[in-house]
Protein backbone atom coordinates (compact mmCIF):
# COMPACT_ATOMS: atom_id res chain seq x y z
CA UNK A 1 0.00 0.00 0.00
CA UNK A 2 1.39 3.22 -1.79
CA UNK A 3 -1.57 5.53 -0.29
CA UNK A 4 -0.59 9.48 1.29
CA UNK A 5 -2.96 11.27 3.24
CA UNK A 6 -1.87 14.94 2.80
CA UNK A 7 -4.01 17.99 5.06
CA UNK A 8 -3.87 21.22 3.83
CA UNK A 9 -4.88 21.87 0.01
CA UNK A 10 -2.63 25.28 0.33
CA UNK A 11 -0.22 26.20 -2.39
CA UNK A 12 2.18 24.12 -0.50
CA UNK A 13 -0.07 20.61 -0.15
CA UNK A 14 -1.00 21.19 -3.77
CA UNK A 15 2.69 21.06 -5.04
CA UNK A 16 3.74 18.67 -3.00
CA UNK A 17 0.59 16.16 -3.95
CA UNK A 18 1.22 16.90 -7.75
CA UNK A 19 4.87 15.84 -7.59
CA UNK A 20 3.99 12.70 -5.39
CA UNK A 21 1.23 11.95 -8.39
CA UNK A 22 3.66 12.89 -11.42
CA UNK A 23 5.76 10.11 -9.21
CA UNK A 24 3.40 7.56 -9.50
CA UNK A 25 2.17 7.76 -5.81
CA UNK A 26 -1.30 8.10 -4.89
CA UNK A 27 -2.47 11.28 -3.08
CA UNK A 28 -6.17 11.94 -0.84
CA UNK A 29 -5.88 15.63 0.19
CA UNK A 30 -8.25 17.13 2.83
CA UNK A 31 -8.96 20.65 3.49
CA UNK A 32 -11.73 22.08 6.39
CA UNK A 33 -11.96 25.13 3.68
CA UNK A 34 -14.70 25.23 0.72
CA UNK A 35 -12.46 25.50 -1.72
CA UNK A 36 -8.62 24.78 -2.39
CA UNK A 37 -5.69 27.50 -1.59
CA UNK A 38 -5.68 28.18 1.65
CA UNK A 39 -4.21 31.71 2.41
CA UNK A 40 -4.11 32.52 -1.31
CA UNK A 41 -7.30 33.80 -1.14
CA UNK A 42 -9.81 35.85 -3.01
CA UNK A 43 -13.33 36.62 -2.12
CA UNK A 44 -16.20 37.70 -4.27
CA UNK A 45 -19.10 40.15 -3.31
CA UNK A 46 -21.35 41.40 -5.94
CA UNK A 47 -19.31 42.47 -9.18
CA UNK A 48 -16.14 42.75 -6.97
CA UNK A 49 -13.20 40.81 -6.27
CA UNK A 50 -10.90 41.00 -3.45
CA UNK A 51 -7.54 39.13 -2.86
CA UNK A 52 -8.07 39.08 0.72
CA UNK A 53 -4.79 37.02 1.74
CA UNK A 54 -1.71 37.30 -0.39
CA UNK A 55 -2.47 40.24 -3.04
CA UNK A 56 -0.45 38.93 -5.66
CA UNK A 57 2.26 36.27 -6.68
CA UNK A 58 6.00 37.48 -6.18
CA UNK A 59 9.51 35.52 -5.48
CA UNK A 60 12.73 35.33 -7.05
CA UNK A 61 12.89 31.40 -6.78
CA UNK A 62 13.56 29.69 -10.55
CA UNK A 63 10.56 27.25 -10.77
CA UNK A 64 8.09 29.28 -8.67
CA UNK A 65 8.68 32.08 -11.08
CA UNK A 66 8.46 29.71 -13.92
CA UNK A 67 5.22 28.99 -12.50
CA UNK A 68 3.77 32.39 -11.49
CA UNK A 69 4.87 34.10 -14.80
CA UNK A 70 2.55 31.96 -17.25
CA UNK A 71 0.04 34.70 -15.31
CA UNK A 72 -0.14 38.34 -16.36
CA UNK A 73 2.18 41.29 -14.55
CA UNK A 74 0.74 43.44 -12.09
CA UNK A 75 3.24 46.15 -11.12
CA UNK A 76 2.66 46.54 -7.28
CA UNK A 77 3.25 50.02 -5.97
CA UNK A 78 5.89 52.18 -3.84
CA UNK A 79 8.47 50.11 -4.57
CA UNK A 80 7.48 48.97 -7.98
CA UNK A 81 7.64 45.21 -7.77
CA UNK A 82 6.46 43.07 -10.80
CA UNK A 83 4.37 40.26 -9.68
CA UNK A 84 1.93 38.39 -11.34
CA UNK A 85 -1.87 37.64 -10.77
CA UNK A 86 -4.52 35.49 -12.65
CA UNK A 87 -6.95 37.41 -13.92
CA UNK A 88 -9.66 35.63 -11.78
CA UNK A 89 -7.55 36.41 -8.69
CA UNK A 90 -4.64 35.05 -6.75
CA UNK A 91 -6.90 31.49 -5.44
CA UNK A 92 -6.67 30.52 -9.65
CA UNK A 93 -3.76 29.65 -9.38
CA UNK A 94 -4.29 26.82 -6.80
CA UNK A 95 -7.61 26.14 -8.59
CA UNK A 96 -4.91 25.16 -11.62
CA UNK A 97 -2.83 23.35 -9.35
CA UNK A 98 -5.54 21.04 -8.24
CA UNK A 99 -7.65 20.04 -11.37
CA UNK A 100 -5.91 16.90 -11.96
CA UNK A 101 -5.58 16.00 -7.41
CA UNK A 102 -7.92 14.45 -5.46
CA UNK A 103 -9.06 16.54 -2.71
CA UNK A 104 -11.91 16.56 -0.22
CA UNK A 105 -13.27 19.87 0.71
CA UNK A 106 -14.87 20.84 3.56
CA UNK A 107 -13.38 18.08 5.57
CA UNK A 108 -11.69 19.51 9.18
CA UNK A 109 -9.43 16.22 10.33
CA UNK A 110 -10.25 16.65 13.77
CA UNK A 111 -7.77 13.64 14.89
CA UNK A 112 -4.76 11.29 13.66
CA UNK A 113 -3.77 8.20 14.74
CA UNK A 114 -1.59 5.83 13.43
CA UNK A 115 -2.10 1.59 13.72
CA UNK A 116 -0.22 -1.11 12.30
CA UNK A 117 -2.43 -0.59 9.29
CA UNK A 118 -1.40 2.96 8.90
CA UNK A 119 -3.02 6.48 9.54
CA UNK A 120 -6.44 6.99 10.23
CA UNK A 121 -8.46 10.54 10.21
CA UNK A 122 -11.43 11.44 11.93
CA UNK A 123 -13.25 14.27 10.61
CA UNK A 124 -15.24 17.06 12.64
CA UNK A 125 -18.15 14.61 12.58
CA UNK A 126 -17.32 11.71 13.45
CA UNK A 127 -16.10 10.39 9.85
CA UNK A 128 -13.34 7.84 9.47
CA UNK A 129 -10.67 7.95 6.93
CA UNK A 130 -7.81 5.31 5.94
CA UNK A 131 -5.88 3.65 6.89
CA UNK A 132 -3.08 5.77 4.57
CA UNK A 133 0.29 4.29 4.44
CA UNK A 134 2.39 7.68 5.18
CA UNK A 135 0.71 11.23 6.54
CA UNK A 136 1.73 14.68 4.98
CA UNK A 137 0.58 17.42 7.17
CA UNK A 138 0.74 21.50 5.23
CA UNK A 139 -1.84 23.18 7.77
CA UNK A 140 -0.24 27.09 9.32
CA UNK A 141 2.33 25.16 12.10
CA UNK A 142 -0.03 25.82 15.01
CA UNK A 143 -2.39 24.08 14.03
CA UNK A 144 -0.28 21.08 12.91
CA UNK A 145 1.05 21.02 16.73
CA UNK A 146 -2.58 20.56 17.71
CA UNK A 147 -2.69 17.25 15.08
CA UNK A 148 -0.03 15.88 16.08
CA UNK A 149 0.00 17.12 20.32
CA UNK A 150 -1.01 13.17 21.35
CA UNK A 151 1.72 11.45 19.15
CA UNK A 152 5.47 10.61 20.72
CA UNK A 153 7.18 12.02 18.03
CA UNK A 154 10.72 14.77 18.16
CA UNK A 155 8.44 16.64 15.64
CA UNK A 156 6.52 18.01 18.55
CA UNK A 157 10.11 19.39 19.93
CA UNK A 158 11.35 20.66 16.69
CA UNK A 159 8.34 22.73 16.26
CA UNK A 160 8.25 24.91 19.61
CA UNK A 161 10.09 27.76 18.58
CA UNK A 162 7.75 28.21 15.63
CA UNK A 163 5.77 31.64 15.49
CA UNK A 164 2.98 32.61 13.52
CA UNK A 165 1.20 36.16 13.84
CA UNK A 166 -2.26 37.28 12.63
CA UNK A 167 -3.28 39.90 10.54
CA UNK A 168 -6.90 41.53 10.00
CA UNK A 169 -8.03 42.90 6.30
CA UNK A 170 -10.59 45.04 5.46
CA UNK A 171 -12.11 44.63 2.08
CA UNK A 172 -13.49 47.97 1.09
CA UNK A 173 -15.21 49.58 -1.78
CA UNK A 174 -15.22 53.38 -2.19
CA UNK A 175 -16.63 56.01 -4.59
CA UNK A 176 -13.43 57.80 -4.52
CA UNK A 177 -9.77 56.59 -5.18
CA UNK A 178 -7.85 56.53 -1.82
CA UNK A 179 -4.09 55.89 -3.08
CA UNK A 180 -2.79 56.96 -6.42
CA UNK A 181 -0.75 54.20 -6.59
CA UNK A 182 -1.42 50.18 -6.91
CA UNK A 183 -0.57 50.03 -3.74
CA UNK A 184 0.85 51.56 -0.45
CA UNK A 185 2.82 50.89 1.92
CA UNK A 186 2.17 53.18 4.32
CA UNK A 187 4.46 54.16 7.68
CA UNK A 188 1.61 53.11 9.64
CA UNK A 189 0.90 51.32 13.14
CA UNK A 190 -2.03 50.07 12.17
CA UNK A 191 -2.52 49.86 8.24
CA UNK A 192 0.58 47.73 6.52
CA UNK A 193 -0.44 47.89 3.44
CA UNK A 194 -3.42 48.87 0.68
CA UNK A 195 -4.09 46.85 -2.62
CA UNK A 196 -5.87 48.49 -5.05
CA UNK A 197 -7.78 45.59 -6.54
CA UNK A 198 -9.40 47.66 -9.40
CA UNK A 199 -5.90 47.92 -10.87
CA UNK A 200 -5.39 44.59 -11.00
CA UNK A 201 -4.89 42.80 -14.28
CA UNK A 202 -8.75 41.96 -15.53
CA UNK A 203 -10.27 44.10 -12.82
CA UNK A 204 -11.34 47.45 -14.07
CA UNK A 205 -14.77 48.77 -12.55
CA UNK A 206 -16.80 51.50 -13.29
CA UNK A 207 -15.22 55.13 -12.69
CA UNK A 208 -17.70 55.96 -9.57
CA UNK A 209 -15.99 52.66 -7.82
CA UNK A 210 -12.26 51.61 -6.06
CA UNK A 211 -11.95 48.26 -4.20
CA UNK A 212 -9.21 47.90 -1.65
CA UNK A 213 -7.72 45.31 0.41
CA UNK A 214 -6.07 46.90 3.75
CA UNK A 215 -4.03 44.71 5.77
CA UNK A 216 -3.18 45.97 9.32
CA UNK A 217 0.67 44.91 10.85
CA UNK A 218 1.17 42.17 12.69
CA UNK A 219 1.86 44.18 16.12
CA UNK A 220 -1.57 45.47 16.12
CA UNK A 221 -3.10 42.27 14.77
CA UNK A 222 -2.04 40.46 18.03
CA UNK A 223 -3.03 43.33 20.28
CA UNK A 224 -6.58 43.56 18.51
CA UNK A 225 -6.84 40.07 17.76
CA UNK A 226 -9.86 39.22 19.63
CA UNK A 227 -11.76 42.10 19.32
CA UNK A 228 -14.51 42.02 17.42
CA UNK A 229 -15.28 42.69 13.50
CA UNK A 230 -17.41 45.79 14.44
CA UNK A 231 -14.53 47.84 16.30
CA UNK A 232 -11.89 46.43 14.19
CA UNK A 233 -14.03 47.96 11.06
CA UNK A 234 -13.90 51.16 12.59
CA UNK A 235 -10.42 51.28 13.92
CA UNK A 236 -8.89 50.71 10.28
CA UNK A 237 -11.47 53.24 8.58
CA UNK A 238 -10.18 55.82 11.43
CA UNK A 239 -6.57 54.69 10.75
CA UNK A 240 -7.70 55.28 6.67
CA UNK A 241 -8.77 58.56 7.10
CA UNK A 242 -5.76 60.01 8.66
CA UNK A 243 -3.46 58.33 6.02
CA UNK A 244 -5.65 59.85 2.83
CA UNK A 245 -6.79 63.14 4.05
CA UNK A 246 -10.70 62.12 2.96
CA UNK A 247 -13.53 61.22 4.63
CA UNK A 248 -14.31 57.39 2.99
CA UNK A 249 -17.89 56.21 2.30
CA UNK A 250 -17.81 52.88 1.53
CA UNK A 251 -20.05 51.26 -0.81
CA UNK A 252 -18.86 47.91 0.68
CA UNK A 253 -16.72 46.77 3.59
CA UNK A 254 -15.88 44.19 5.39
CA UNK A 255 -13.17 42.39 7.58
CA UNK A 256 -11.78 38.97 7.95
CA UNK A 257 -9.38 37.91 10.46
CA UNK A 258 -6.29 35.37 9.89
CA UNK A 259 -4.79 33.90 12.83
CA UNK A 260 -1.56 32.75 11.01
CA UNK A 261 -0.61 34.81 8.44
CA UNK A 262 2.61 35.20 8.29
CA UNK A 263 5.58 33.67 10.05
CA UNK A 264 7.66 35.87 12.83
CA UNK A 265 10.21 33.43 13.13
CA UNK A 266 10.82 30.26 10.91
CA UNK A 267 11.54 26.67 11.34
CA UNK A 268 14.54 27.08 9.40
CA UNK A 269 14.43 24.29 7.30
CA UNK A 270 12.24 22.58 3.87
CA UNK A 271 10.29 20.17 6.14
CA UNK A 272 10.32 17.31 8.92
CA UNK A 273 9.85 13.58 8.61
CA UNK A 274 9.55 11.23 11.64
CA UNK A 275 10.44 7.88 9.93
CA UNK A 276 9.29 5.70 12.46
CA UNK A 277 5.75 7.06 12.14
CA UNK A 278 5.55 7.82 8.70
CA UNK A 279 4.81 11.36 9.03
CA UNK A 280 5.75 14.58 7.30
CA UNK A 281 4.87 17.92 7.96
CA UNK A 282 5.49 21.22 5.98
CA UNK A 283 4.19 24.52 5.25
CA UNK A 284 4.90 28.01 4.89
CA UNK A 285 6.07 28.82 8.12
CA UNK A 286 9.46 25.96 7.73
CA UNK A 287 11.34 28.61 5.60
CA UNK A 288 9.25 31.80 6.59
CA UNK A 289 9.21 33.79 3.54
CA UNK A 290 5.32 33.53 2.54
CA UNK A 291 4.08 31.90 -0.82
CA UNK A 292 6.89 30.89 -2.69
CA UNK A 293 8.66 29.60 0.36
CA UNK A 294 5.45 27.40 0.62
CA UNK A 295 5.84 26.06 -2.56
CA UNK A 296 9.27 25.43 -2.62
CA UNK A 297 8.63 23.73 1.01
CA UNK A 298 5.77 21.60 -0.85
CA UNK A 299 8.10 20.40 -3.49
CA UNK A 300 11.82 19.54 -1.65
CA UNK A 301 9.21 17.46 0.95
CA UNK A 302 7.68 15.51 -2.55
CA UNK A 303 11.12 15.33 -3.78
CA UNK A 304 13.05 13.69 -0.38
CA UNK A 305 10.17 11.34 -0.48
CA UNK A 306 10.28 9.89 -4.21
CA UNK A 307 13.84 10.29 -4.64
CA UNK A 308 15.91 10.20 -1.43
CA UNK A 309 19.58 11.87 -1.83
CA UNK A 310 21.72 9.28 -0.46
CA UNK A 311 22.06 11.57 3.28
CA UNK A 312 18.22 11.02 3.29
CA UNK A 313 18.18 7.86 2.73
CA UNK A 314 18.36 6.67 6.26
CA UNK A 315 15.61 9.73 7.23
CA UNK A 316 13.12 8.20 4.18
CA UNK A 317 13.37 5.03 3.54
CA UNK A 318 10.82 3.67 5.42
CA UNK A 319 8.38 5.70 2.73
CA UNK A 320 9.25 3.93 -0.24
C1 LIG B 1 -3.20 38.89 4.76
C2 LIG B 1 -2.09 38.09 4.16
C3 LIG B 1 -1.13 38.72 3.36
C4 LIG B 1 -0.09 37.98 2.77
N1 LIG B 1 0.80 38.61 1.97
C5 LIG B 1 1.74 37.88 1.32
C6 LIG B 1 2.63 38.49 0.37
O1 LIG B 1 2.58 39.69 0.10
N2 LIG B 1 3.54 37.70 -0.25
C7 LIG B 1 3.62 36.36 -0.01
O2 LIG B 1 4.44 35.66 -0.63
N3 LIG B 1 2.80 35.75 0.88
C8 LIG B 1 1.88 36.48 1.55
N4 LIG B 1 1.04 35.88 2.45
C9 LIG B 1 1.33 34.49 2.86
C10 LIG B 1 0.92 33.44 1.84
O3 LIG B 1 -0.44 33.58 1.53
C11 LIG B 1 1.21 32.10 2.50
O4 LIG B 1 2.60 32.04 2.79
C12 LIG B 1 0.90 30.86 1.63
O5 LIG B 1 -0.31 31.02 0.93
C13 LIG B 1 0.86 29.67 2.58
O6 LIG B 1 0.61 28.48 1.89
P1 LIG B 1 0.54 27.10 2.68
O7 LIG B 1 0.07 26.06 1.74
O8 LIG B 1 1.81 26.88 3.41
O9 LIG B 1 -0.56 27.34 3.85
P2 LIG B 1 -2.11 27.67 3.73
O10 LIG B 1 -2.39 28.46 2.52
O11 LIG B 1 -2.51 28.25 5.05
O12 LIG B 1 -2.78 26.22 3.55
C14 LIG B 1 -3.00 25.37 4.64
C15 LIG B 1 -4.36 24.70 4.46
O13 LIG B 1 -4.56 23.78 5.55
C16 LIG B 1 -5.95 23.73 5.80
N5 LIG B 1 -6.12 23.15 7.14
C17 LIG B 1 -5.55 23.57 8.32
N6 LIG B 1 -5.89 22.74 9.33
C18 LIG B 1 -6.67 21.77 8.78
C19 LIG B 1 -7.33 20.62 9.31
N7 LIG B 1 -7.24 20.28 10.61
N8 LIG B 1 -8.07 19.85 8.48
C20 LIG B 1 -8.18 20.17 7.16
N9 LIG B 1 -7.57 21.24 6.59
C21 LIG B 1 -6.82 22.02 7.40
C22 LIG B 1 -6.40 25.18 5.68
O14 LIG B 1 -7.79 25.28 5.42
C23 LIG B 1 -5.54 25.67 4.50
O15 LIG B 1 -6.24 25.59 3.27
C24 LIG B 1 -0.01 36.59 3.02
C25 LIG B 1 -0.99 35.96 3.81
C26 LIG B 1 -2.02 36.70 4.38
C27 LIG B 1 -3.06 36.00 5.19
Known amino acids: ?6 IGAGICGLRCAELLEKGGL ?17 RRHERWRFDHGSPSLHGDDDKWLTCISRYPKWTSGDNSMNTHLPENGVNQMAKDHASQLNVQLNCLIRSIERSNEGWHLLDEDGNPYGPFET ?13 IE ?9 LKDVRMTPAWVMMLVAAQPLIATHQLCPNHSLIRRISAEHSKPGRA ?6 SYVLETTSEWSKQHEEDSPAAVEASILS ?46 WCLGDGASSAYR ?20 QHFR
Open 1 to 6: MKNFAL
Open 26 to 42: TVQLFDKARGVGGRLAT
Open 135 to 147: LIITAPCPQTQML
Open 150 to 158: TLETALLQQ
Open 205 to 210: LDPGEH
Open 239 to 284: ALMRITTTAVNPMHCAVHRWRYAHTEHPLGRPYLIDPQLKLAVTGD
Open 297 to 316: SGELLANALLDPEPDDVRET
